[in-house]
């Protein structure tokens, strides 16, 4: 009788932690309404590092906008659609594909010395060609390349020896596999067909893909979705996936391309409820940030994402160096692009302009990393950003007269110096607005010198 009692009470006991472990199995977590402090918290590194590497790099890079002889116009990575190429002739350049200069540690150290604190890199781009060892495709750098390495798993390697966050570019929209784009040759991006076995491509390819990617290459910062406007993708799948990807990385971030938020190139979201973390204007940076609402500029270097051989149209130093203070002034971050070329070489172009930016950075940074948007208006001469007790004047033009009119109550200011003149410090005269200061005939720095405000109290 007292065995059958203890046999009941471990039955008991066995069924109960049993069912409470099947309950958090079948609980999805609804990770769409976390609280505003969970998601600050969880997006706390990616505002501080305000500026990050975007890698746009596969087969495309071979071709290098040039198909049967002609260039074909547009941006390099859509060559496929461009010119376009059938699926059978585009998969030949797989064989072609052996990067032997890539080396992701020369990468890394190149992003990390411009000052740059994350890295996106295209996991799988429209054509569906994927730059890890997945296993459930061939269309796979292991499997259709004599490269035959995972460049996502060494890229992982370098980044986390440098303190470098890695994340993954990934596309919806998918040019090769049968379920999705590929049987609307010659227009993969067609939006108005539909492919009704897309639901398969989603729950047999997609998601198991990102499976791989989000379990298998340790601690991930961001997973950048695009391709999401296609007829196919759906809000519901994109809150699905938003729900899924955070399940099995509670922390990542994801921008808001997972779903059908998203207002073009503009990229902040349309009213309504769209998963996505951060809005993601391409090519543009708003004309003023928006309170409370986290985005990230994407831009190119020169007019390609991917490597073009006669794309040589690059934006100045001081261009790109200007876009990262209007843009941290405004409160986003800046996604700048890399095309490294088959043989796996960043363009030398590229090499030097982020080492401008990182020259610039490696005087500055502070007045970069862990800003917030200008409490005030766009000054004629620059722009703002600001800490808690620092207002930093960023100056593009001095004007003609040296004077530098600051509206932080005089009364308020502890300290007033340059960025790179041995923090020259300035006696601040009150003014009817603010204070003014007299600057050097000459600043530091010709592209952007910045004045620290060190002030008491609330502006
Ligand atoms: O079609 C892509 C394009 O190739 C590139 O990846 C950019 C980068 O954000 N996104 C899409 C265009 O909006």
């Known amino acids: 009788m007292k065995k059958l009692g203890y046999l009941t009470g471990f039955l008991l006991v066995f ?200 379990k298998n290459y340790g601690k991930l910062g961001i997973l950048w979705f695009d391709g999401e406007w296609i007829k196919d993708w759906t809000s519901p799948m994109g809150k699905d996936m938003y729900n899924y990807v955070r399940s099995l990385q509670p922390d990542i971030i994801i921008n808001n391309r997972v779903d059908k938020g998203r207002k073009g190139m503009q990229g902040m979201n349309t009213e309504g409820e769209f998963a996505g973390d951060y809005g993601t204007p391409e090519q543009e940076i708003p004309d003023t940030g928006l309170p409370g ?50 043989e ?11 080492k401008a930016i990182g020259a610039w950075m490696q005087v500055n940074g502070e007045a970069i990393y862990g800003t917030s948007a200008s409490p005030f208006e766009k000054p004629g001469w620059g722009r703002y950003t600001q800490k808690p007790g620092k207002i930093f004047a960023h100056i593009f033009e001095r004007p003609a007269d040296g004077v530098l009119n600051i509206p932080v109550p005089a009364v308020q200011v502890k300290n007033v110096y340059l960025l790179g003149a041995d923090n020259e410090s300035f006696t601040p005269v009150p003014a009817d607005e603010g204070f003014i200061i007299r600057l050097p005939k000459v600043l530091p720095d010709s592209i952007a010198s910045v004045v620290v405000i060190e002030y008491e109290g609330q502006l």
């Not at 918290?41 to 890698?55: K, V």
Request: hydrophobic content about 35%.
């Open 15 to 214: 069924i109960i932690i049993w069912l409470s472990a099947c309950k958090k199995t079948w609980q999805t977590t609804d990770y769409l309404h976390e609280s505003r402090q969970g998601k600050e918290a969880r997006m706390q590194w990616w505002n501080e590092a305000r500026f990050g590497m975007f890698i746009h790099w596969g087969l495309y890079s071979i071709p290098a906008g040039v198909y049967d002889g002609k260039q074909i116009p547009g941006i390099g990575e859509w060559i496929m659609q461009k010119a376009p190429i059938p699926v059978k002739e585009y998969e030949k350049y797989a064989a072609q594909f052996n990067p032997v200069k890539f080396n992701a540690g020369e990468w890394v150290k190149i992003a990390r010395d411009a000052g740059m604190k994350y890295i996106v890199i295209t996991s799988k781009h429209h054509d569906g060609f994927c730059l890890w060892d997945s296993k459930v495709t061939k269309w796979d750098v292991m499997d259709a390349t004599p490269f035959k390495r995972d460049i996502l798993k060494e890229l992982k390697e370098a980044c986390d020896k440098n303190d470098i966050k890695l994340c993954f570019y990934h596309s919806i929209m998918d040019w090769h596999h049968p379920d999705a784009q590929a049987p609307f040759y010659p227009n993969y991006n067609d939006t108005e067909r539909s492919n009704p076995n897309f639901p398969r491509y989603v729950n047999n390819y997609l998601k198991p893909q990102l499976g791989e990617l989000i």
């Open 293 to 342: 609402v986290a985005w990230e500029s994407c831009m190119t270097m020169n007019d390609s994402w991917g490597y073009k051989s006669y794309d040589s149209n690059w934006k100045s130093s001081e261009t790109l160096i200007r876009n990262i203070i209007d843009i941290t002034s405004k409160g986003g971050n800046y996604l700048l692009n890399v095309g490294p070329t088959s």
């Open 344 to 354: 796996g070489v960043i363009p030398e172009a590229s090499v030097q302009r982020l």
